[in-house]
T-cell receptor, first 111, second 117 residues
Framework: QKEVEQDPGPLSVPEGAIVSLNCTYS??????FMWYRQYSRKGPELLMY????GNKEDGRFTAQVDKSSKYISLFIRDSQPSDSATYLC???????????FGQGTTLQVKP | GAVVSQHPSRVICKSGTSVKIECRSL??????MFWYRQFPKQSLMLMAT?????????EQGVEKDKFLINHASLTLSTLTVTSAHPEDSSFYIC?????????????FGEGSRLTVL
């Protein structure tokens, strides 16, 4: 069993839709949770960073962490074609920068 | 925002040769850098943790003699793929953590695509 599970998709939605992306994990020691966006052949770009449980909102993006269920989510409101990319969840048990990534979900937002 | 530069972005080499990839933090100091490998449609797999002035820490299953890492300054780490073979062809990505900061201050390079013929 992988430490972090993420459905690779692809996920295709119409422009303006609400997108829900999710990851589950098995290591209860994870305390730091990140969502990255990666465009084709580029490095990951940090979207959201959350410590421990709870919600965090930044513009059209909302990250949720439920440590009791070992489940994290990223919601994208009013999705745009420019949001089309691969979204990677990542986690860490310490504040060291050593991350464990999910497989990534490919999202396509159609105009 | 902080910038991490990787060079080269693309490299093609013959089997048996060695290739060096550089990772630079352009506007901040990074005591710790990380090297990842990513296969097509796969996740990033951590290869090693690079610490300035000391030996790198490799993840299980990563050959340290094949993937040489040097972190000689607070702004530069290098990954050398020695005696490269076609199975080493991959996308290599580095990340740099700002000195004194935690996981939230971690920045990724644009990646280097290695093709071994």
């Amino acid at each position: 069993q992988k430490e972090v599970e993420q459905d690779p998709g692809p996920l295709s939605v119409p422009e303006g839709a609400i997108v829900s992306l999710n990851c589950t994990y098995s290591n209860s020691a994870f305390q730091y949770f990140m969502w990255y966006r990666q465009y084709s052949r580029k490095g990951p770009e940090l979207l959201m960073y959350t410590y421990s449980s709870g919600n965090k909102e930044d513009g059209r993006f909302t990250a949720q962490v439920d440590k009791s269920s070992k489940y994290i989510s990223l919601f994208i409101r009013d999705s745009q074609p420019s949001d089309s990319a691969t979204y990677l969840c990542a986690m860490s048990s310490g504040n060291t920068g050593k991350l464990i990534f999910g497989q990534g979900t490919t999202l396509q937002v159609k105009p | 925002g902080a910038v991490v530069s990787q060079h080269p972005s693309r490299v093609i080499c013959k089997s048996g040769t060695s290739v060096k990839i550089e990772c630079r933090s352009l506007d901040f100091q990074a005591t710790t850098m990380f090297w990842y490998r990513q296969f097509p449609k796969q996740s990033l797999m951590l290869m090693a943790t690079s610490n300035e002035g000391s030996k790198a820490t490799y993840e299980q299953g990563v050959e340290k003699d094949k993937f040489l890492i040097n972190h000689a300054s607070l702004t530069l780490s290098t990954l050398t793929v020695t005696s490269a073979h076609p199975e080493d062809s991959s996308f290599y990505i580095c990340s740099a953590r700002k000195t004194g900061q935690g996981t939230g201050e971690l920045f990724f390079g644009e990646g280097s695509r290695l093709t071994v013929l």
